[in-house]
Structure formats: C-alpha cells, structure tokens
C-alpha cells in the first residue's frame, strides 16, 4: 500500500498535514508594508516580492512542511462569481503593472523552492484550497490553511486548522465558532446573511453579525431560516418584526449571495497528496532568480538553505 494515500498518524495521534497558503493574501501584505525601495535588474519594484520572500522562508522554517501548496488569485474579474453577480469584487481596484508583475515573480520563488502553486482563471485561491482539502480530507490528511481570510473557516473539519501566521494564531473548528458565534458549516449562510464588504457582498439589508449568528443559531440553515420567515417575528430578537420583513423581501438575493459566499468544491484543487510533495529544486535556477531579483546575500543564503 502507497505510504502517501494510507498516512501515519501525526502528533497526539492526529492525522498528518498538508500546509495550504493563501499566497494573493501575503503579497499584498507585503506590497503594503514594505518600502518602495527595492528594484529588479531591470529597475522595477519588487518590495512585494521581498516581503513575500522573507514570509516563506519564515514559514519553510517554522512549519517545516513536507507538503504544502501555495494558491494565487488569478480570477478577479474572471471568476464564476462575476457571471452570476457582477457587482461581485467590483470594488477593488485591479492590481496595477508593477504589482501584477511581481505576482509572476512571487509564483517564480515559489516554484523555485520546489512548492506546488495553484492557479486558475476561472476559481479563486479559496476555491483551489478548499476543493484541495476536500479531495485530501477523503485520503486521511488533515489540512493547515496559512490565512487570516475568515471565509476558510467553512472549510475546517474536526482536524483541520486555520493559521494567521502575521498574528501566530491558529484554530479550528470551535474557534470558529468562538470568533463568528456560528459553526463551520455555517459560515457561508451566515456571510449570505450579514454580507462581506470585502467582496462586496451587500448582504440582507438590517441584518448585521450578531443578528446573523443568532437566526442561525436558532434555524440552523439560511433554508430553514427562509422556510420559516413567519417565526422571525416572534423571535426574542430586536426588530424582529422588521427583520422578517428584510428577509422576506430579499430572500432570493440572500440565496444568491450564499452562491457568492461558500467556497467551491468542484475547483481544480490537488487531488494527491504526491502532488504536494516539496520537489528537489535545481541551485543554479534559483541563484539566477535571485541575481534577478536583487536579493541580498542573507536572504540567499536562507533560500539555498530550504532547497530540497
């Protein structure tokens, strides 16, 4: 039998992980945060592509995975999202050149460390991750989602962990629960409810957080909850009445939003665990990169010292 499909059992008997990286989210951390004063050899920007550098050789070290992927967005204005609702992202500026440029060069280092990338123009990083740990779940791995995207938390399973790397935070399923007031597999229902103004998802008008999380904690579903309108107004709930008019109002948009909000399953995600397997990685490709790029002699000596 394949050692890699019929894995051992990890620390405190836990199954093993698959490290999963929300690679869009750190480079634009890092093209925020760090100086404009580091350029390439043909005299572009790349202070995304340094900061994001320095976050994965921190993150190589630290976790030391065996099998991790990274995912990139490839899909804001492409993503079956945007056919059903156009207005979905609509208000985030598209990257500008220099930006774009360096997400080419951070998928660049990646690969050069020998780590998997993930990209599509018609899913989003979430969507790559999330299909990944479920295709992965079915072979007895866990997952470590390396995110602060609070839209993962649907995806965890009782094994399974989210980590905020910048905050050193991870939790799992309760934490969830701690963080939101609604379970994994209500997260999607609940960001249907109260919007995400991340993605632009407007949400049902008068329903915030708490309200949300408390409809759910009592319907258990955004389908139960729209099957039963009528109880809203009697819940011991403010403006009850005026919620279950909201709701009763914009129930077909609140079950357009969910569409917008739970994360594809179907996506093209990892569908082994071979495939996540950290490659051996050639020193001369990522010594040229690194010429390139013009990283400094400490941050090559820390990228040589990960090559496999």
């Not at 390396?146 to 980590?163: N, R």
């Not at 999380?213 to 109880?231: K, N, Q, V």
Request: aromatic share 8%; hydrophobic share 40%.
């Amino acid at each position: 039998m394949d050692v890699v499909n019929a894995p051992s059992s990890g620390p405190a008997n836990l199954p093993p992980a698959v490290h999963l990286v929300d690679g869009s989210l750190y480079v634009f951390r890092a093209w925020h945060s760090m100086p404009n004063e580091f350029f390439d050899a043909e005299g572009h920007p790349v202070n995304a592509v340094h900061g994001y550098t320095r976050f994965l050789c921190e993150l190589l070290e630290r976790a030391q995975p065996e099998h991790i992927a990274v995912a990139f967005d490839a899909s804001l204005t492409s993503s079956f999202r945007n056919a059903i609702y156009p207005s979905y992202k609509a208000n985030r500026e598209l990257p500008p050149p220099d930006l774009e440029r360096q997400f080419v060069q951070c998928r660049a280092i990646t690969e050069a460390l020998g780590i998997q990338v993930m990209i599509d123009h018609s899913f989003e990083a979430d969507d790559l991750i999330g299909s990944t740990v479920w295709n992965l779940r079915a072979l007895g791995w866990r997952s470590v989602i390396v995110s602060a995207d609070k839209d993962f938390g649907q995806l965890l399973g009782e094994h399974d962990e989210q980590w905020d790397y910048a905050r050193s935070t991870r939790w799992g399923p309760a934490g969830v629960h701690e963080k939101l007031g609604v379970h994994p597999h209500q997260v999607a229902d609940y960001l249907a409810l109260c919007g995400d103004a991340v993605d632009n998802i407007p949400g049902v008008p008068g329903v915030g957080a708490k309200t949300a999380a408390a409809l759910l904690t009592h319907f258990g579903s955004l389908d139960t909850l729209l099957d039963r309108i009528d109880e809203v107004a009697f819940l011991r709930l403010r403006g009850a009445a005026t919620c279950a008019a909201k709701l009763r109002e914009h129930a077909e948009q609140a079950r357009l939003y969910r569409r917008l909000t739970r994360i594809a399953l179907d996506a093209p995600g990892a569908i082994s665990v071979e495939s996540l397997l950290r490659r051996p990685s050639e020193p001369g490709s990522l010594d040229s990169l690194c010429e390139q790029l013009g990283f400094g002699a400490f941050t090559r000596s820390r990228l040589r010292a990960l090559l496999r």
